[in-house]
């Protein structure tokens, strides 16, 4: 399984970006799907869950209602949608294939992308 992730760049406080997850490598529609970041010098944190269909979808509290987390089965793709970005939003973003236990723990994934690097700052 492979998972190419995309879409970090530097923006300005309040701004906007979308990352994308392409995987590869076993039936995408099948398994749950989250991302995760990590900032310099702290553990890996949940960001954000869906399942297999799309249907569900969580969150964490420090992004939700600015970013949303969505699926195309059809292009094996996930993404996330960021806006209002903080400068404490800074990470590198991982995508990550979920395999079983609590979705908002890095432990229930089994395959990861490369993470794609987010700073906001002005």
Request: with cysteine; net charge positive.
């Amino acid at each position: 399984v492979q998972l190419q992730a995309s879409g970090g760049g530097l923006v300005q406080p309040g701004g906007s970006l979308r990352l994308s997850c392409t995987a590869s490598g076993r039936s995408f529609s099948a398994y749950g799907m989250g991302w995760f970041r990590q900032a310099p010098g702290k553990e890996r944190e949940f960001v954000a869950y869906i399942n297999y269909s799309g249907a569900n979808k969580y969150h964490a509290d420090s992004v939700r209602g600015r970013f949303t987390i969505s699926r195309g089965n059809a292009k094996n793709m996930v993404d996330l949608q960021m806006n209002g970005l903080k400068p404490e939003d800074t990470a590198v973003y991982y995508c990550g294939s979920y395999s079983t236990g609590d979705y908002w723990s890095s432990r229930s994934y089994d395959y990861w992308g490369q993470g794609t690097l987010v700073t906001v700052s002005s």
